[in-house]
């Protein structure tokens, strides 16, 4: 039973920077962000696309990775660090 009124559910109020929507097969990023934060949650994401199995802690640390070496190699929107 997923309805609100179950135990089941909680609600949160937050700030979203990005998801991966398993079900459509879809990844968001907030519009709003830029340079090296807009690369670190597009990585992020992407990985949790890729690979739904793996837990939050691998997943950030993954992308964070990621997003610094491609920072670093100058890979990024507006190019990155040159
Ligand atoms: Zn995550």
Known sequence: MNSLN?????????????????DELEVFVDQAL?????L??????????MLPH???ARIQAMGKFQAD???KLGI?????AQ
Request: a neutral charge; one cysteine or more; proline letters at 2%.
């Open 6 to 22: 179950s135990s089941k559910w909680s609600v949160f109020r937050e700030r979203l920077d990005g998801w991966a929507d398993h």
């Open 34 to 38: 830029k340079g090296k934060r807009m």
């Open 40 to 49: 670190e949650v597009s990585c992020h994401e992407v990985l949790h696309a």
């Open 54 to 56: 793996f837990n939050e």
């Open 69 to 71: 070496l491609l920072w």
């Open 76 to 80: 990024g929107p507006g190019g990155g």
